[in-house]
């Protein structure tokens, strides 16, 4: 496991996104990366997972029976009838524009009852995120970031029929995170 993907490991809130999802599905995980999430929810057998990336270096083979990686840009990756979807650090790397497309593709792609967790940073903690902006600027130094305040994305969720809850979990990483748990209604 290289450095990134060992740190990520340790400041992801893992454990809450597992528990988010739905129990048994299709989960799909969009702009997954290296798949470090992809791969611990997948350890659920009832689940079918998918995890969906624009890089083909980042996707790598699983051995696991359940899980499998697609080559896609998620802007343009059509979901059908699935139980669950998760955007892990994803949405301050495409524009505004952008992200209502993809946002209104889950909607439409979500069964009712079916659960999208968003993980992304809070420009709202100011300390907290300038360590995850710096943390994005070291990772992704030519990429424009479009980062966000918490209302405007809830906001955006609950006009596209979503219950939205807000969670904070705390981690070894100081940085700002805040997990969205979006119930499509």
């Given at each position: 496991?290289?450095?990134?993907?060992f740190?990520?490991?340790?400041?992801l809130p893992?454990?809450?996104i597992?528990?988010?999802?739905?129990?048994?599905?299709?989960?799909v995980?969009?702009?997954?990366?290296e798949g470090?999430?992809?791969?611990?929810i997948?350890?659920?057998?009832n689940?079918q997972?998918?995890?969906v990336?624009?890089?083909?270096?980042?996707l790598?083979?699983?051995?696991l029976?359940?899980?499998?990686f697609?080559?896609?840009?998620?802007?343009?990756y059509n979901?059908?009838?699935?139980?669950?979807?998760?955007?892990?650090d994803?949405?301050h790397?495409i524009n505004?524009?952008?992200?209502?497309?993809?946002?209104l593709n889950?909607?439409?792609?979500?069964?009712?009852?079916?659960?999208?967790?968003?993980?992304?940073?809070?420009t709202?903690?100011i300390?907290r995120s300038?360590?995850?902006?710096f943390w994005?600027f070291l990772?992704?130094?030519?990429e424009k970031?479009?980062?966000?305040?918490?209302?405007?994305?809830?906001?955006?969720?609950?006009?596209?029929?979503f219950?939205?809850?807000?969670?904070?979990?705390?981690?070894?990483?100081?940085?700002?995170?805040?997990?969205?748990?979006?119930?499509?209604?």
């Amino acid at each position: 496991m290289d450095i990134y993907n060992f740190l990520r490991a340790l400041i992801l809130p893992l454990e809450e996104i597992d528990s988010s999802l739905p129990k048994k599905g299709r989960i799909v995980d969009l702009g997954c990366g290296e798949g470090v999430i992809t791969r611990f929810i997948a350890k659920n057998k009832n689940r079918q997972v998918i995890g969906v990336d624009l890089d083909k270096k980042r996707l790598k083979n699983s051995q696991l029976k359940n899980l499998k990686f697609k080559l896609a840009d998620i802007r343009d990756y059509n979901l059908k009838n699935v139980d669950g979807v998760i955007l892990s650090d994803v949405v301050h790397h495409i524009n505004s524009n952008d992200q209502d497309k993809v946002l209104l593709n889950i909607a439409k792609g979500l069964k009712k009852g079916g659960i999208l967790v968003i993980k992304e940073i809070d420009t709202k903690e100011i300390i907290r995120s300038l360590l995850s902006r710096f943390w994005d600027f070291l990772f992704y130094p030519s990429e424009k970031i479009y980062y966000s305040n918490y209302q405007k994305l809830s906001q955006k969720l609950e006009d596209l029929g979503f219950r939205v809850s807000i969670k904070r979990p705390t981690r070894l990483f100081p940085g700002s995170t805040t997990l969205f748990i979006c119930k499509k209604e």
